[in-house]
T-cell receptor, first 114, second 110 residues
Framework: DADVTQTPRNRITKTGKRIMLECSQT?????MYWYRQDPGLGLRLIYY???????NKGEISDGYSVSRQAQAKFSLSLESAIPNQTALYFC?????????????FGEGSRLTVL | DAKTTQPNSMESNEEEPVHLPCNHS???????IHWYRQLPSQGPEYVIH???SNVNNRMASLAIAEDRKSSTLILHRATLRDAAVYYC???????????FGGGTRLMVKP
């Protein structure tokens, strides 16, 4: 089983709909991240959380919100999806105090907004 | 966060060494240099990181210029499974997030 699990893996929705992407991890890490990947643009950080009570905006947070329901769960919501939010979304985790700073990524959630 | 510059793509022959360059001229003294790679249809995975000294691990080597304004990821013998997008990223000592640029797409020819 994957240590970082994202659901759904694929989703097609319509403009204006509310969408939630979920991320759960079994690694016991306290830090969790949501990234968005568009072709040719690499990955851009949307939101990150250092623990359950700590939420921070990344470079492209507009149009998104997050919820850290528990240490192991970090959800990304699109309140009213629009076509330019069509992208591949990745969740990642990292333990605090990590010597390497290594991020562990999920397999991605592909979202298409029509 | 300081920016990095990488070539969009590179080609290599199987079983030959590959040197992937990265420029980071605005790097600060406390920025770590990280490399990740993304295989097709997968999330990125950690490859290696360093601060000042060259580093080796089972996957690759990282050569860091003396002025730290550039670095090179070295794959000693490329395999077809090494075909991926390689990202060079800087992480500040106080910065806990990594922002990924466009990366270098490595193609490995048999």
């Amino acid at each position: 089983d994957a240590d970082v699990t994202q659901t759904p893996r694929n989703r097609i929705t319509k403009t204006g709909k509310r969408i939630m992407l979920e991320c759960s991890q079994t690694k016991g890490h306290d830090r969790m991240y949501w990234y968005r990947q568009d072709p040719g643009l690499g990955l851009r950080l949307i939101y990150y959380s250092f623990d359950v009570k700590d939420i921070n905006k990344g470079e492209i947070s507009d149009g998104y919100s997050v919820s850290r329901q528990a240490q192991a769960k970090f959800s990304l919501s699109l309140e009213s999806a629009i076509p330019n939010q069509t992208a591949l979304y990745f969740c990642a985790t990292r333990p605090s105090g990590s010597n390497t700073g290594e991020l562990f990524f999920g397999e991605g959630s592909r979202l298409t907004v029509l | 966060d300081a920016k990095t510059t990488q070539p969009n793509s590179m080609e290599s022959n199987e079983e030959e060494p590959v040197h992937l360059p990265c420029n980071h001229s605005t790097i600060s003294g406390t920025d770590y240099i990280h490399w990740y790679r993304q295989l097709p249809s997968q999330g990125p995975e950690y490859v290696i990181h360093g601060l000042t000294s060259n580093v080796n691990n089972r996957m690759a080597s990282l050569a860091i210029a003396e002025d730290r304004k550039s670095s090179t990821l070295i794959l000693h013998r490329a395999t077809l499974r090494d075909a991926a997008v390689y990202y060079c990223i800087l992480r500040g000592n106080a910065g806990n997030m990594l922002t990924f640029g466009g990366g270098t797409r490595l193609m490995v020819k048999p």
